[in-house]
């Protein structure tokens, strides 16, 4: 996306932003570290921005790990037990990250946050799919009595529903 006379903003590929996406205590949410990295700044200087403006975040918008959190998601991570931070991660909800946008006020702040808030909506809808999903499986158990047709109606609507349907090759060459 250009912004301004000539200036180029680089904003991070969609994937990238969705693996970084994680559940901890029911909550998705997004690691410092992880932002510092897709806003280009060092860790230390978002933490920094963030306590002071602390008043921003309330605990509904960012929160700290514990050290069992912290130690279960470096176990996660295949990280060493050396070196490394000396503070405990913090964590930022989607409200958390929409609110990084105006304490960072950085043009890449700003489309990073888009991003970000794109792939929040994306992960929603598919849950929201995931739900209907189990719903219509839910309805077809009870529609369908017995257990043998029970076993086929549903792995032939879960093969529907992951599948392509299959279409019908065509002969190539000349009829006689």
């Known amino acids: 996306m250009k912004k301004g006379a000539g200036t180029v903003i ?5 994937p990238q932003v969705e693996q970084r996406i994680f559940l901890i205590r029911g909550q998705a949410v997004m690691l410092d570290a992880h932002l510092a990295e ?15 403006n602390i008043e921003r975040f309330p605990g509904d918008f960012m929160f700290q790990l514990t050290k ?15 070196g490394g931070r000396r503070y405990l991660p913090y964590a930022f909800t989607e409200q958390g990250v929409a609110m990084l946008s105006g304490v960072l006020r950085s043009d890449r702040a700003i489309q990073v946050n888009i991003e970000i808030m794109r792939a929040f909506i994306r992960m929603k809808k598919a849950l929201i799919v995931d739900k209907a999903l189990a719903r ?23 093969r529907g529903m992951i599948e392509p349907p299959v279409k ?7 009829r006689k």
Do not use: C, H
């Open 38 to 52: 897709l806003y280009g700044v060092e860790t230390k200087a978002l933490t920094r921005a963030v306590k002071r």
């Open 10 to 14: 680089s904003v991070t590929p969609m």
């Open 136 to 158: 219509r499986m839910d309805a077809v158990e009870k529609t369908v009595t017995l257990y043998g047709q029970r076993v086929k109606v549903l792995s032939d609507l879960v």
């Open 68 to 82: 069992d959190e912290a130690e279960n998601l470096r176990y996660q991570f295949g990280a060493s037990s050396w």
């Open 168 to 174: 019908a090759k065509r002969k190539i060459g000349f």
